[in-house]
């Protein structure tokens, strides 16, 4: 077998993999299409774009899940961190990069080592033989794309992302909300009690769709095309087509009794969903929306049952390639049905730069376990790397999935309650642990709180 590794897209996923191979001393060749053919979104030839803000989020490791994520990607050597240190510009506790620098630096870095070739060329195939990881991000070329779809089946490929708020569990008010299926439907008692209900009298209602209506709403970028589906229509807009539009719509009180008020029949009805197998996340079914992050925060915390609510991530509709990872990828994410094929980035449904680099990098070490013959621990659940790429492989559900950034809530919970005020412990708690295994998985050794 040959000791070559291919990667598609030389972006922030593709220039991650490409560095932790070479430094393995695998031979790479990076196939990037631009400066060739362009996206709307990027501006240069140069690998590792970032195509939006120039912002890797926080960069606290004991109280934030990226900020771990960081960690983990500067104790494995990561080049995307160690370039982003270099162009660091101040920002409080966020890690911020002087963007061209960065890539230029990125590029320089990947085009000079010695066991790497950049080759300017679009990819329009799945690859049959040879090891390869495909890059490609959310703005695939169309003919990649259309290869992708005739392999994996055309519901298992999204060109946009219709992303509900997802909401921490241990956020939610049960004094207010309550679970159950609309009509008790379903042949378990799992299956009768699936949905958590957030009830709306009248005047809730009302004051709900005001809100809506006058929030900020975020635009489209430029060469995005903005053609909803009907399937997918954002809440305000199906707010502006009317007042009564959503209670005929996702907040439809029908079906629903209100046990903590069981003789007043809601006027409409918010419903959450479980959007992990560990049952800490839970999405707002149909919500979503185009608004600023900042209005709708505000405005979901109007919801009874919500006023506290913590948001794993707010809602969202962009353009947005993505697989339905769950279904087609292994835990070593290769492609089921070609595991000569490895997929990473944001194509994988992670979202964001660092999860995309993270993806990378774990693609790039475990082609390169696969390539030398060694075998490789699967990665502990309890890390940010193992947290984001469980869910994505599996403990996200398949029918629903969208992409996700990382957050405690994809970790297994540590054993610390104690509500909001013991917070700071308790991320502190997943933070140590997460550290602790990393440090044990990257050196190769038995886990033993992994399994
Ligand atoms: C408009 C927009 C704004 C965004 N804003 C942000 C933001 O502010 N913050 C954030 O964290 N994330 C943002 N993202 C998400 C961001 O793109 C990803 O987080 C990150 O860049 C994805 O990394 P990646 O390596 O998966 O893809 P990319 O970085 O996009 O890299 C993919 C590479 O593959 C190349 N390519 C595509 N098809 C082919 C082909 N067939 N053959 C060869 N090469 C190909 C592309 O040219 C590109 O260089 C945004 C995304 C978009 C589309």
């Known amino acids: 077998m040959t000791r070559k590794l291919n990667i598609i897209g030389g972006g922030m996923a593709g220039s991650e993999a490409a560095w932790q191979a070479a430094q393995a001393g695998v031979e790479v060749v990076i196939h990037e299409m631009r400066p060739r053919i362009g996206t709307f979104a990027h501006r240069t030839g140069n690998l590792a774009e970032m195509v939006c803000s120039n912002s890797f989020r926080s960069d606290d490791d004991e109280q934030n899940a990226v ?9 494995a050597g990561g080049l ?68 992708i779809r005739a392999e994996t089946g055309a519901d298992q ?33 799992a299956e009768r009690t699936a949905y958590l209900n957030c009830p709306m009298d009248r005047e809730t209602y009302e004051a709900f769709i005001d809100a809506l209506l006058a929030a900020d ?10 053609n909803y589906f009907d399937g997918c229509l954002p809440i305000e807009v199906m707010a502006e087509r009317g007042r009564e539009t959503l209670r005929h719509g996702p907040m439809k009180p029908r ?35 185009k608004m600023k992050y900042g209005a709708q925060a505000a405005v979901f ?18 353009r947005n390639t993505f697989i339905n990872s769950p279904t087609l990828l292994d835990d070593q994410l290769r492609l089921r049905s070609r595991p000569n094929v490895r997929f990473a980035g944001q194509i994988t449904g992670v979202e964001g730069y660092v999860e995309s680099a993270a993806m990378g990098l774990l693609a790039g070490r475990l082609a390169v376990s696969e390539i030398t013959g060694q075998a490789t621990a699967p990665v502990p659940p ?11 492989t599996g403990g996200a559900d398949a029918k629903t999935f969208q992409p996700m950034n990382v957050n405690f809530g994809l970790f297994p ?6 509500g909001r005020r013991n917070r700071p412990a308790r991320y502190k708690a997943y933070t140590d642990r997460a550290k602790a295994d990393w440090t044990s998985w990257l050196a190769g050794k038995a886990l033993t709180d992994a399994a």
């Open 67 to 75: 900020g771990l994520l960081h960690w983990e990607m500067r104790q």
């Open 80 to 147: 995307v961190m160690e370039v982003a240190d270099a162009h660091r510009l101040p920002a409080g506790g966020a890690l911020a990069v002087d963007r061209d620098p960065f890539a230029e630096a990125v590029t320089e870095r990947l085009r000079s080592h010695p066991k790497i070739t950049v080759q300017d060329a679009e990819i329009s195939e799945i690859p049959s033989e040879g090891h390869w990881i495909v890059a490609t991000g959310p703005l695939t070329s169309g003919a990649l794309a259309e290869a």
């Open 157 to 189: 490929l999204a060109f946009f992302d219709a992303i509900a708020p997802i909401v921490h569990h241990d956020s939610i008010d049960m004094s207010r909300a309550w679970m159950q299926s609309r009509y008790d439907k379903g042949e378990t008692e």
């Open 217 to 226: 709403k975020a635009e489209f970028h430029e060469g995005e095309t903005a």
């Open 255 to 289: 079906g629903l009794t209100d046990p903590h008020n069981p003789d007043v029949k809601p006027h409409a009805v918010v419903q959450l969903r479980r959007d992990n197998a560990l049952g800490t996340l839970y999405n707002i079914v149909g919500f979503q929306t």
């Open 301 to 318: 915390r109007t919801i009874p049952g919500l006023e506290e609510a913590r948001f794993a991530r707010l809602g969202g509709i962009h």
């Open 382 to 392: 309890t890390t940010a790397m193992g947290a984001l790429v469980t869910h994505i």
């Open 413 to 418: 919970p540590v054993d610390l309650k104690g």
